[in-house]
């Protein structure tokens, strides 16, 4: 499966921006679909991942309550709607596919480029 993420860009604190996930090949092959990112020097972290074989989401700590996880009908594009932004949430999003959701990037396949974000005032 091949994934394309977008919609990343400069926003302020308190802003909100929606990412898109786009995956195009033998989608059919691994149901479970997960955004990361990474911060200039540090490692890379999960951040949220949904299983579209049950409709199952989960959430890394710190964004629970401000990001949500979501997919269209076709299970085509998965979108993280992150609300609520802060300066620490900076980085480079990356999504991931997976035959099952994980917190660790060595379960995970297929990966996006990356799409940057910016909270900043």
């Known amino acids: 499966v091949q994934l394309q993420a977008s919609g990343g860009g400069l926003v302020q604190p308190g802003g909100s921006l929606r990412l898109s996930c786009a995956a195009s090949?033998?989608?059919?092959?691994?149901?479970?679909i997960a955004w990361f990112r990474q911060a200039p020097g540090k490692e890379r972290i999960f951040i949220s991942c949904i299983s579209d074989s049950d409709g199952r989401a989960f959430y890394e700590d710190s964004v629970k309550g401000r990001f949500t996880i979501s997919q269209n009908n076709a299970k085509t594009t998965t979108y993280l709607q992150m609300n609520s932004l802060k300066p620490e949430d900076t980085a480079v999003y990356f999504c991931?596919?997976?035959?099952?959701?994980?917190?660790?990037?060595?379960?995970?396949?297929?990966w996006g480029q990356g799409t940057q974000v910016t909270v900043s005032s």
């Open positions: 090949g033998q989608t059919r092959e691994m149901t479970a």
């Open positions: 991931a596919a997976a035959y099952y959701c994980s917190n660790l990037t060595r379960i995970y396949r297929s």
